[in-house]
């Protein structure tokens, strides 16, 4: 004979297995606040994320059991989420459920920090692994963007840049002997290259120029940043200026996509009063 199952004993279960949520269990909903109520659980959630109660890989429990535990329809239950998977904190896996992710790296791009001061700046611990140093003869397009003689030579500086002992970025950096002669002599695996050249050689960088794009890792970028199978990498072309305007750096980082993103914040200027004038 088949078993009949009540609707009570269904809510029963439902509400067992809320009781084993202990990681949400300390989240309260306040239905009478001016916040909405996919907002209130959307930052609660954030906020466990960001304090390390739900790790990385943490599967979150199903949507019934949520919204039992919530008291909430699943459409206000979906907002949230949609909110916390915007922000790269959640993933949802067909067959899994949805992950807690590891929470990226925001490039804010109004900032001209260098890696390391941008790792500390957000409370992490910058490290490189040096790769290679070489002085060597530029490039025609390298020469002409430093406004180099023939025989003047560039640094060509290859670093694996880790945040808190994880690789995340892969970064190729060149910049003229011409401004910072006897660079070779200092320890770019354990000091801040903009440090070095702000302290030693009295150079500031004060304008840059970022070009960012999306792109499919070689062989090489996926073993140096460890990277997951099917991750793609974000590429930025950075040119880097002193504050009289000549050219200081050219530098291409390769950051890990999963753990990287950046945000552009633009602008939208006024039109004109003024006619348009013809040519």
Do not use: W
């Amino acid at each position: 004979m088949s078993r009949q199952i009540t609707p009570t004993q269904v809510d029963s279960a439902v509400t067992r297995s809320t009781q084993t949520i202990t990681p949400l269990s300390s989240i309260r909903i306040d239905k009478d606040a001016s916040t909405p109520i996919y907002l209130q659980i959307a930052e609660a959630i954030g906020s466990l994320l960001a304090s390390g109660v739900l790790p990385p890989g943490y599967v979150l429990p199903p949507e019934r059991v949520l919204c039992a535990q919530f008291g909430i329809s699943r459409m206000t239950l979906r907002q949230a989420m949609s909110l916390l998977d915007r922000e790269g904190l959640i993933n949802s896996r067909r067959g899994v459920g949805t992950v807690v992710t590891h929470s990226r790296l925001r490039k804010q791009e109004q900032e001209a920090l260098s890696f390391s001061e941008e790792i500390r700046a957000r409370g992490g611990r910058p490290e490189s692994r040096l790769i290679s140093f070489e002085l060597a003869i530029p490039t025609p397009p390298v020469r002409d963007f430093f406004e180099l003689h023939e025989l003047q030579k560039v640094y060509e500086i290859q670093r694996v840049r880790l945040k808190d002992g994880e690789p995340l970025a892969l970064e190729f950096a060149r910049l003229p002997e011409r401004l910072c002669p006897g660079l070779e002599r200092f320890d770019l695996a354990r000091s801040s290259l903009y440090e070095i050249l702000d302290q030693s050689y009295g150079i500031r960088t004060e304008t840059c120029e970022e070009e960012i794009s999306a792109e499919i890792p070689n062989s090489r970028q996926r073993k140096l940043l460890s990277l997951p199978a099917r991750t793609a990498v974000l590429v930025i072309n950075r040119k880097a200026y002193m504050e009289d305007g000549r050219p200081l750096e050219l530098t291409r980082s390769v950051y890990r996509g999963d753990r990287y993103s950046a945000i552009i914040h633009s602008v939208r200027k006024n039109r004109s009063i003024l006619p348009a004038t013809g040519s």
